[in-house]
């Protein structure tokens, strides 16, 4: 099959290349020429595990291609699908410009019957604008797809190739059997293709990146209610998990929620039950506790310290997550303007994050190569991002960099009892 991939950021870049691995031709378009020569020089604009490698083999096979060109790869495309961002608005809802622009591109550029495919998360209501834009521009025939990313930046193409399923809004039965075609390689473990209409297609995705966010509000609510009941927040975790209607994904407290989907997302379900006459007073309330989350290490810092002026921390992670370099509404952009804003001097590491973090805070945060030397003559250590390899550090080594062995851990990495018997001060989220 042939397929266009309009939009090469993260979501585009993923899909085309998963796409390209299980056999089909495949252009990823951008308007941005500067990424498209990057990757047409081998090399990529976002880091995630295994997609470098797949990337490489596909173009060396010639199942995948970048260009600026959009018309020329629509005219030769059966399938084009939109992965273009949409950015959050004023109000929180989505921005469709750009959607709506590559749109109104592709109907103009069609020479046949193609299938519009809309990958980029997006309001209830987008497939029938959609529509109604393409069908302006073009004589030929053509269906609007409705077809949700749910990848999880770290494991993405896990996630793609081996789906937990795939939902398709459509309308038109032709549509149908072409998607259910491109992605019968992804299914053979008969996990569903679930097809449904484009609008509760559209509103699965909000929806179910809503329910996510919502458990890790709960849990960092929870959290804060053990710690002033001298409960301990990992055993109330552990007890609710062995409920077979709760489980144990997402009810990890911490510093709170960030990347490109759940604040987005949450924030686009809030605007567009508002337009529809709906106070989502729960999905609210859910913002409120994050936001109250990321600023919450903060608050036990100054309680500790007192005068955070002239004092100097080592921070281990920047990326909202492990496993990705994306900082976009991570804890860490809040907390360290927190913490700089206090006088404080800062130092720190992340395995992968060092070159998005410097456009964010420049030269004001030194940037260091190994987790220990940005201990050196630390105050305190903030633990941020549960990277693996901050699990298990060398505990003696950490005390003698250190000026105080002050650890706030905001990821509960480590043991409370363990971290006191090694003689440092900890603090985390809902233990006592």
Not at 8 to 16: E, F, K, N, Q, W
Request: hydrophobic share 40%; net charge neutral; aromatic share 8%.
């Amino acid at each position: 099959m042939k397929l266009t991939i309009v939009g090469s950021g993260y979501v585009g870049l993923v899909a085309g290349t998963c796409f390209a691995d299980s056999g089909n031709d495949v252009i990823c378009v951008d308007v941005d020429a500067a990424k498209i020569k990057t990757l047409n020089s081998g090399q990529l604009p976002i880091y995630e595990p295994g997609l470098e490698e797949l990337v490489r083999k596909n173009v060396r096979e010639k199942r995948l291609s970048f260009s600026t060109d959009l018309a020329s790869a629509v005219s030769q495309s059966e399938v084009v699908v939109i992965a273009v961002g949409t950015p959050e608005g004023e109000s929180g809802d989505a921005d469709l410009q750009h959607l709506l622009a590559a749109a109104e591109e592709i109907g103009r550029a069609m020479k046949g019957y193609t299938v519009l495919v809309d990958k980029s998360t997006v309001p209830v209501g987008t497939a029938d604008r959609v529509r109604e834009t393409v069908s302006r521009v073009t004589t030929h025939p053509f269906d609007v797809v409705s077809n949700p990313e749910f990848l999880k930046e770290g494991a993405a193409i896990d996630d793609f190739l081996k789906p937990d399923r795939v939902v398709i809004g459509a309308t038109s039965e032709r549509a149908q059997k072409i998607m259910a075609e491109l992605y019968a390689p992804f299914v053979r473990t008969e996990n569903p293709i679930l097809f449904m209409d484009t609008r509760s297609a559209e509103l699965t995705k909000y929806a179910s990146n809503a329910m996510l966010a919502t458990r890790i509000s709960f849990m960092n609510d929870i959290a804060m209610l053990c710690e002033r009941v001298g409960a301990d927040v990992d055993a109330v975790r552990k007890g609710m998990g062995a409920d077979s209607r709760i489980g144990y994904p997402f009810l990890f407290p911490g510093v709170g929620y960030g990347g490109s989907c759940f604040p987005k997302d949450v924030k686009a379900l809030v605007a567009a039950a508002r337009d529809s006459g709906i106070e989502f007073d729960l999905l609210r309330a859910v913002e409120r506790t994050n936001e109250h989350q990321k600023r919450l290490l903060l608050q036990k810092a100054m309680k500790h310290y007192g005068d955070l002026a002239g004092k100097h921390f080592a921070i281990w992670g920047l990326a909202f997550k492990p496993r990705t370099d994306d900082m976009r509404e991570a804890p860490s952009l809040v907390m360290l303007e927190g913490l700089m804003g206090k006088g404080a001097t800062l130092a720190a590491h992340d395995p992968v994050a060092t070159q998005v973090a410097q456009r964010h805070f420049g030269l004001r945060v030194r940037y260091t190569q190994t987790p220990y030397e940005a201990l050196e003559k630390a105050d305190g250590l903030f633990v941020l991002t549960e990277w693996n390899e901050f699990r298990r550090p060398d505990f003696d080594r950490m005390k003698k960099l250190m000026k105080q062995p002050v650890v706030f851990d905001g990821r509960n990495i480590f043991d409370p009892v363990r971290m006191r018997e090694r003689g440092f001060i900890y603090f985390g989220i809902g233990r006592p």
